[in-house]
């Protein structure tokens, strides 16, 4: 099976997104302290960032949710994490909004210990139709970052 193939099923995504909320959950209860990589364009800014300090932030963002932002990290019904964090040198105070499913990898120190290709590619609901050409520019996009070129084994 590609891989494309399979990144497009709704089924595999959910697993992935069940197993990151699964993973989270767990390092909460044990107190281990992660980083979180993931989609900014989904993560909600309780208080909205100052412009200088939105605009440093990269399309895909990791979040280190310890000290502070881990005692204050909960996960909400609607399978969203909410933590308070501070940005910049002023230290801006807001809590941010990761809904899991837009969670890239998970990080305990400097080791990747979970990874959802899926939440790299459009949100879409069970009925909608699959639109293959973001989807494999979404991917491409993946592949084209030397760091996760580890994360395959290219078969010829």
Do not use: W
Not at 5 to 28: G, P, R
Not at 48 to 71: C, D, R, W
Not at 119 to 140: D, Q, Y
């Amino acid at each position: 099976m590609f891989i494309q193939t399979l990144l497009e099923q709704q089924e595999f995504a959910e697993m992935l997104t069940d197993h990151a909320l699964e993973t989270v959950a767990y390092f909460l209860d044990e107190g281990v302290e992660f980083g979180i990589l993931c989609n900014l364009s989904d993560v909600t800014f309780r208080t909205p960032l100052p412009e200088h300090i939105q605009n440093a932030l990269k399309p895909l963002t990791l979040f280190m949710v310890a000290g502070y932002s881990f005692e204050t990290a909960v996960i909400q019904d609607d399978m969203v994490l909410a933590f308070e964090a501070g940005f910049g040198p002023e230290n801006f105070a807001t809590v941010v909004e990761v809904p899991i499913d837009s969670v890239l990898q998970l990080l305990v120190g400097d080791t990747v210990v979970f990874v959802n290709l899926t939440a790299t590619l459009p949100k879409r609901r069970k009925s909608a139709p699959v639109n293959l050409g973001s989807e494999s520019r979404s991917f491409e996009a993946i592949l084209s970052n030397p760091e996760n070129e580890s994360l395959f084994n290219k078969k010829k």
